[in-house]
């Protein structure tokens, strides 16, 4: 007979197995669709706004309901949503694996953006439920671990099933994975927030989700609408910068606010968020454009692209614990200054990285300099954000830094994609001329410019311009992202507080003190 210690230990095994298969199951998702963005594009005939929409649609979704998502866990049984939300990726991705089109495609991975923002906050929430203080952070840290080995691993498998199979097997690994997380979750205990408000923030999270949709609209359609529906992409983009102006108003007004501004009022909580916003969107941008330089540009197979940033995940995941330490021995602006200057240098490497050399010379150097640079940020920035507000508000906080660095992605796919276009076509435009190309071949030329370097033309000449002007604008894109990483150095550094280990409490005692005070 089994004593209630081994029994309280056996059902935290299964809280930890169920939530990583969850958490990595999104994770791996997260990470293998951009590995299948050029196999997909070639399939189904994509634009590279399509292909934007595919990841857009997903991170949109994500960003704007991550907060509702972890509310409504709270409320109504942190289970019961976690179940709901794998339940519902799970159904989506089938759907994108079924996809007879690019539209199909788009709108599964809205739907899968909406099972993810249930699932994900759920995993941390159910560990945070079931397990007591004493070994809370040793299971965090097992969660983190293997969920960076499953987003390691998924575009190595990823890319193996494109390359022998088809692209469609990138969605459907996601349902045996979700049967085992539903079977496993009828032994998770329930749990939720009995303190919870039960009035959630749907206008709120309405005026955020129409808000991003409009200004994520029209930064990818606008190069190919500028000629002809100028004052309509003009007209999407007010309406959505409005509607998240609005939000702002709402959220500072309701009394149960999905984002709760006076947190803001810390100088270490505003700036590294602001941080999070620069340093992942220049991450964002890289991830979505490096595969296709490499498979597109390098002709690498999906299973090598895949494979290319395994060095990167290891360096997080074999630095992780060091790097939670440097807050403690060095303060916060320290690690958040120096990380992201160093992780601006591998940007940069990327960027000058020869085209024509192997992976090792090329790429293994930018890699490894970049995963050094994120792994010296990312733990001390988390440790930043918790320590920044009262130990009552770390969930909302949590969850606010979550939510900046998914919509630093949906930002730096919209905002790269628009400069990469118009470099692209700027830069094919000028080679054309140079050729002696008849109106038919170069109307061909045109019609096919939106799917930028998946572009396939038999005249040599050609090829080369696509293959250049597609490289300028990725060089471009890069620069920017470069750019970017080391303005988030220079913000920890003007914005973020030198504090030391023994200035958290009183970090802690004076953002309490703050909230209040209102």
Same mark, same amino acid.
């Given at each position: 007979?089994?004593?209630?210690?081994?029994?309280?230990? &056996? /059902?935290? !095994?299964?809280?930890?197995?169920?939530?990583?298969?969850? /958490?990595?199951?999104?994770?791996?998702?997260?990470?293998?669709?951009?590995?299948?963005?050029?196999?997909?594009?070639?399939?189904?005939?994509?634009?590279?706004?399509?292909?934007?929409?595919?990841?857009? &649609?997903?991170?949109?979704?994500?960003?704007?309901?991550?907060?509702?998502?972890?509310?409504?866990?709270?409320?109504?049984?942190? !289970? !019961?949503?976690?179940?709901?939300?794998?339940?519902?990726?799970?159904?989506?991705?089938?759907?994108?694996?079924?996809?007879?089109?690019?539209?199909? @495609?788009?709108?599964?991975?809205?739907?899968?953006?909406?099972?993810?923002?249930?699932?994900? *906050?759920?995993?941390?929430?159910?560990?945070?439920? &079931?397990?007591?203080?004493?070994?809370?952070?040793?299971?965090?840290?097992?969660?983190?671990?293997? /969920?960076?080995?499953?987003?390691?691993?998924? *575009?190595?498998?990823?890319?193996?099933?494109i390359e022998h199979f088809t692209w469609r097997w990138v969605f459907f690994l996601n349902l045996p994975l979700a049967l085992m997380v539903i079977l496993l979750s009828a032994k998770v205990p329930e749990s939720r927030n009995e303190r919870a408000s039960h009035h959630l923030d749907w206008?709120?999270?309405? @005026?955020?989700?129409?808000?991003?949709?409009?200004?994520?609209?029209?930064?990818?359609?606008? *190069?190919?609408?500028?000629?002809?529906?100028?004052?309509?992409?003009?007209?999407?983009?007010?309406?959505?910068?409005?509607?998240?102006?609005? #939000?702002?108003?709402?959220?500072?007004? /309701?009394?149960?606010?999905?984002?709760?501004?006076? @947190? #803001?009022?810390?100088?270490?909580?505003?700036?590294?968020?602001?941080?999070?916003?620069?340093?992942?969107?220049?991450?964002?941008?890289?991830? #979505?454009?490096?595969?296709?330089?490499?498979?597109?540009?390098?002709?690498?197979?999906?299973?090598?692209?895949?494979?290319?940033?395994?060095?990167?995940i290891a360096i997080m995941f074999g630095l992780s614990r060091w790097a939670g330490s440097l807050v403690t021995r060095y303060g916060s602006r320290l690690p958040l200054t120096v990380g992201p200057l160093v992780a601006a240098c591998g940007f940069a490497l990327f960027a000058i990285a020869p085209q024509d050399g192997s992976y090792w010379a090329a790429f293994f150097p930018a890699v490894v300099v970049m995963g050094l640079g994120m792994a010296i940020s990312v733990a001390p920035l988390t440790t930043t954000v918790m320590n920044a507000v009262p130990e009552s508000g770390s969930g909302l906080a949590s969850g606010i830094n979550n939510a900046v660095s998914r919509l630093a992605d949906l930002l730096a796919v919209a905002v790269f994609g628009v400069v990469l276009v118009s470099v692209f076509n700027h830069s094919l435009d000028q080679q054309l001329t140079q050729l002696t190309l008849s109106p038919d071949v170069h109307a061909q030329v045109d019609a096919a410019r939106s799917q930028l370097a998946a572009t396939h033309n038999l005249n040599p000449e050609i090829q080369s311009a696509i293959t250049e002007s597609f490289l300028r604008g990725y060089r471009v894109v890069i620069w920017i992202a470069t750019g970017l990483a080391t303005l988030a150095g220079f913000t920890a550094l003007l914005l973020i507080e030198s504090g030391t280990p023994s200035s958290t409490v009183s970090a802690r005692t004076n953002a309490t003190t703050a909230l209040s005070s209102e």
């Open positions: 007979m089994r004593s209630d210690s081994s029994n309280l230990q &056996s /059902s935290e !095994r299964i809280v930890l197995a169920t939530t990583i298969l969850g /958490s990595g199951m999104a994770f791996i998702d997260g990470t293998v669709v951009n590995v299948a963005l050029p196999a997909l594009q070639n399939a189904l005939h994509a634009s590279i706004a399509d292909v934007q929409w595919v990841v857009e &649609s997903y991170a949109l979704m994500l960003a704007a309901l991550l907060l509702i998502g972890g509310s409504l866990g709270d409320t109504f049984g942190r !289970r !019961r949503v976690y179940v709901v939300g794998v339940a519902v990726f799970a159904a989506a991705s089938a759907w994108c694996g079924l996809a007879r089109n690019i539209d199909m @495609l788009i709108w599964a991975r809205s739907i899968q953006g909406l099972g993810a923002a249930l699932l994900i *906050p759920g995993s941390l929430a159910l560990i945070t439920a &079931s397990f007591p203080e004493s070994t809370r952070g040793q299971a965090i840290g097992t969660w983190s671990g293997f /969920s960076a080995i499953t987003a390691a691993i998924g *575009p190595v498998i990823g890319g193996w099933l206008f709120g999270a309405l @005026l955020a989700t129409l808000g991003l949709c409009g200004v994520t609209y029209a930064l990818i359609e606008w *190069p190919a609408r500028v000629y002809h529906d100028r004052n309509l992409i003009t007209a999407i983009a007010g309406l959505g910068v409005l509607a998240l102006a609005a #939000f702002v108003a709402v959220e500072h007004w /309701s009394s149960a606010p999905m984002v709760s501004l006076e @947190l #803001f009022r810390s100088r270490n909580f505003a700036g590294a968020n602001l941080l999070t916003l620069f340093l992942y969107a220049s991450l964002g941008g890289l991830m #979505f454009f490096f595969p296709m330089d490499l498979i597109q540009i390098q002709h690498y197979t999906a299973t090598q692209a895949g494979a290319a940033f395994l060095p990167f």
